[in-house]
């Protein structure tokens, strides 16, 4: 089975403090992708990457960052979190003829104060 | 801005009925359609994938998809209360990138 892990279920964080969230994944998928889901705003993709070192901008990528220094790593920068980035972040992986049959990791609950 | 349209529902249905799920997109030029699921408090996972118009069976699931009026369906046959959940209507956006609806709650009573 298709495994995406995301490092952290729960964070709390400050207003302010630098955010790491990180997912792997271990299927080979060239394609990683960092949504954020909000109630009544549905998924909304962030930044996606369809190669190592390469990442392009989704829809909502202001105060976002994202490093994919390995094919399986594709790592969420919040360089200063702010309390409207309180979300759900979910990962997702495919391959790249995959026409967007994504798999998700279990989501990152992000809390900031 | 390409767009994905569902109603936010919640749909109400008894076990054993047909669920009715509908979704309408802007983007002309999409070519891949996708239905996800979401239960509550999980990720969502892909149920139904179509590609060209007509429809498309998988069990209880059957997917339709009409381009030339812009709409994807879901209908769910004998409807089960594990069917209640969020589905996600999903269409692809270039680059392998989907864009999602909102979503519709389904709730499948006893």
């Known amino acids: 089975d298709v495994k995406v892990t995301q490092s952290s279920r729960y964070l709390v964080k400050r207003t302010g403090e630098k955010v790491f969230l990180e997912c792997v994944q271990d299927m080979d998928h060239e394609n990683m992708f960092w949504y954020r889901q909000d109630p009544g705003l549905g998924l909304r993709l962030i930044y996606f990457?369809?190669?190592?070192?390469?990442?392009e901008k989704g829809d909502i990528p202001e105060g976002y960052s994202v490093s994919r220094e390995k094919k399986e790593r594709f790592s969420l920068i919040l360089e200063s979190a702010s309390t409207n980035q309180t979300s759900m972040y979910l990962c997702?992986?495919?391959?790249?003829?995959?026409?967007?049959?994504?798999?998700f990791g279990e989501g990152s609950r992000l809390t900031v104060l | 801005q390409k767009e994905v349209e569902q109603n936010s529902g919640p749909l109400s249905v008894p076990e054993g009925a047909i669920a009715s799920l509908n979704c309408t997109y802007s983007d002309r030029v999409s070519q891949s359609f996708f239905w996800y699921r979401q239960y509550s408090g999980k990720s969502p996972e892909l149920i139904m994938s179509?590609?060209?118009?007509g429809d498309k069976e998988d069990g209880r699931f059957t997917a339709q998809l009409n381009k030339a009026s812009q709409y994807v369906s879901l209908l769910i046959r004998d409807s089960q209360p594990s069917d209640s959940a969020t589905y996600l209507c999903a269409v692809n956006s270039g680059y392998s990138t989907l864009t999602f609806g909102k979503g519709t709650m389904l709730l499948v009573s006893p």
């Open positions: 179509i590609y060209s118009n």
């Open positions: 990457s369809y190669d190592v070192k390469m990442k």
């Open positions: 997702a992986s495919s391959f790249s003829t995959g026409a967007g049959e994504l798999f």
